[in-house]
C-alpha cells in the first residue's frame, strides 16, 4: 500500500523532514501572488525578469499586487502575465485564464494611458487672450467715438435773417462757356471677315451658298512731290532739321531716342507736321504708317515704311548746290571793229564841215559778283 505522507510532497532523505510543494500557477490567492512565490522559489530578481520579459520592473511589481490601476488596459496586462509565465517556464495559457477568469471583463471604459500626461498648446491659450483683448480694445474704441460725437458741439450756423441778406445781396451774371471741344477722332472700322472658301462652297442645288463679294476699288493718293506746311509744324526750326513727317490722316505719332526717351508724342490731324531735330538715333513709332509722309530736304520721300522706323534711314541726298552765272567780258579792240561796221554811209560828208573828233574807248563791264551760298552751302570757287 502506498504511502499516505499526510500532505507532504517531498521528504528529505538526509534530514528526513518534510519539504512544502514547489509553487505552481494556481498558488496563492491570486495570479499575481502565484507568479511572485515562482519567481521567488527561483531567485530571480524583478531587474533581471524585467532585462527577459522587456517590460519595466514598475509595471511587474503592480502586476504582482494586483494593482490593476498603474497598468495599461487589459489587453497589455494579459500579454505581461503571458511574457511573466513564459520566463519562469509556466503555462502561460493557464496564466491568462486564471487572470480572466478573477478579473472579469466590465463595461467600463478604458482607463488612460499610463505614463502619457495630456498637455494643452500653450499657444491655444495666448491666441485667445489676444483674441479678447482686441475684441475689448474695438468695443472701447466704439463707445468712445459714440461719446465724443455726442458730446461734440455743434457747428456754427448762420442766421436766417444773414443767409436771407446774403442771397439778397447775389446778382445772377452772364455764364462764361469755353469753346466747343473737337468730335472725337473715329477710328477705322475694319473691313468684314470673309471665310476663306465659303464663295466656291455650293449646297445641295449647285447654288453658292454665299454670293461672292464685289472688289472694293482702292483709291490712289497722289502725294505731293514737295513739302507744303498745310497746319501746324512742331518740332525743331526750319533751319535745323531737313526730315519733316506729315500726317496725310488723323494718327498718333512717337519719336523717341536712343536711350528710349520719348522727344514727341502727339495726335497729329491731317496737315499737321513734325520736323525732326539733327540728332542721332532718333526712331518714328506709329501705328498706321501709311498715315505720314516723309520729307527730305522738301522732296518727297514717299510714306514710311514701317510702323518702327530709324529716322536716319528717311534722310535723302541734299539738293545740289547751284551753279554761278557766266561772267560775260568786252575789250576795246573787239568793240572798234564793230562800232565802225555800223556806222552810216553818210558819215565821211558830214566830217568835211565838222571836225574829226575822237571817241574815248569804252570802259570794259564790270564783272559780276557770285550769288550768295543758299542753305548753309558754299559754292565752289570761279574758274579764272
Keep these: 500500500m502506498p504511502l499516505d505522507s ?27 501572488q502565484a507568479l511572485k512565490a515562482m519567481r521567488e522559489a527561483r531567485g ?12 519595466r520592473a514598475s509595471f511587474l511589481a503592480a502586476l504582482e499586487a494586483m494593482r490593476l490601476d498603474e497598468l495599461p488596459s487589459r489587453p497589455f496586462v494579459v500579454g505581461y502575465i ?44 495666448a491666441m485667445i487672450v489676444g483674441a479678447m483683448v482686441i475684441i475689448a480694445a474695438i468695443v472701447a474704441w466704439n463707445v468712445v467715438q459714440r ?20 442771397l439778397a445781396n447775389t446778382t445772377a451774371g452772364p455764364v462764361a462757356l469755353g469753346a466747343p471741344l473737337p468730335a472725337p477722332v473715329e477710328s477705322t472700322t475694319p473691313p468684314p471677315y470673309v471665310t476663306p472658301g465659303l464663295d466656291k462652297a455650293v ?23 514737295t513739302f507744303t506746311p498745310k497746319g501746324q509744324v512742331y518740332g ?78 528717311l534722310a535723302g541726298p541734299p539738293p545740289p548746290a547751284p551753279k554761278p552765272a557766266a561772267v560775260a567780258t568786252t575789250t576795246p579792240s573787239a568793240a572798234a571793229p564793230k562800232a565802225a561796221a555800223g556806222a552810216p554811209a553818210a558819215a565821211p560828208a558830214k566830217a568835211k564841215t565838222e571836225p574829226a573828233t575822237t571817241k574815248p574807248a569804252a570802259k570794259p563791264a564790270a564783272r559780276p559778283k557770285p550769288a550768295e551760298p543758299q542753305s548753309g552751302l558754299e559754292d565752289p570757287p570761279l574758274a579764272r
Design 6 to 32: 499526510g500532505g507532504l510532497s517531498e521528504v528529505d532523505a538526509h534530514t528526513g523532514e518534510a519539504q512544502a510543494p514547489a509553487p505552481s500557477i494556481h498558488s496563492g490567492g491570486d495570479v499575481g
Design 44 to 55: 530571480m530578481t524583478l531587474e533581471e525578469l524585467s532585462e527577459r520579459t522587456r517590460v
Design 82 to 125: 503571458r511574457a511573466y509565465a513564459q520566463v519562469l517556464g509556466a503555462d502561460a495559457d493557464a496564466a491568462a485564464a486564471r487572470f480572466k477568469a478573477e478579473e472579469p471583463v466590465l463595461d467600463e471604459p478604458l482607463p488612460a494611458p499610463v505614463g502619457v500626461q495630456e498637455e494643452r498648446d500653450p499657444r491655444l491659450a
Design 147 to 166: 461719446i465724443m460725437t455726442e458730446t461734440a458741439p455743434k457747428p456754427p450756423t448762420a442766421s436766417e435773417t444773414v443767409a436771407r441778406k446774403a
Design 203 to 225: 449646297n445641295a442645288d449647285g447654288q453658292p451658298l454665299a454670293p461672292p463679294m464685289p472688289a472694293q476699288p482702292q483709291t490712289e493718293v497722289l502725294l505731293p512731290k
Design 236 to 313: 525743331a526750326p526750319a533751319a535745323q532739321g531737313s526730315i519733316v513727317l506729315q500726317a496725310l490722316k488723323p494718327a498718333f505719332l512717337v519719336i523717341r531716342g536712343g536711350d528710349g526717351a520719348i522727344y514727341f508724342a502727339r495726335q497729329l490731324t491731317e496737315g499737321e507736321a513734325y520736323r525732326a531735330p539733327a540728332i542721332g538715333g532718333l526712331t518714328v513709332d506709329v501705328s498706321e504708317p501709311d498715315a505720314f509722309q516723309v520729307f527730305s530736304y522738301g522732296q518727297s520721300r514717299g510714306v514710311l515704311p514701317q510702323p518702327l522706323t530709324d529716322m536716319g534711314k
